[in-house]
């Protein structure tokens, strides 16, 4: 219970920045995330945009795309799902924290 499972294979170093960047989030975080996958980001070329991308899909039914530069960013998890409550009311959907700053997050409400 509370531990996430990582659901596909990661290449080694990336794998050790993930483990290396979870080792910092707050374990009531990580008790949020019920599956990791490795996810890198393509062009339509298919050159590579992101090789530390990975989709995280958490227990209150977000997704949540993060890269290992950003990790930290999901400290701010909770705060980051208050202000969409409290702008956009109960709603689930995709929380981008892979290319975003300190400041900012971008979210996308699922389709219906």
Avoid at 12 to 27: A, H, M, P, Q, R
Avoid at 53 to 58: D, I, P, Q, V, Y
Avoid at 71 to 92: F, H, P, R, V
């Amino acid at each position: 219970l509370g531990v996430p499972t990582l659901l596909n294979y990661v290449p080694d170093d990336i794998y050790k920045d993930l483990i290396t960047g979870l080792s910092k989030i707050d374990n009531n975080i990580l008790s949020m995330i019920s599956e990791i996958e490795y996810s890198p980001s393509k062009a339509q070329d298919d050159s590579m945009i992101d090789d530390t991308r990975f989709l995280l899909r958490m227990n209150d039914k977000n997704t949540v795309y993060m890269n290992t530069i950003n990790i930290l960013q999901l400290n701010k998890y909770i705060e980051i799902c208050s202000a969409i409550i409290a702008t956009q009311g109960n709603t689930s959907g995709i929380i981008y924290l892979d290319s975003s700053t300190e400041e900012n997050y971008s979210f996308e409400a699922y389709k219906k």
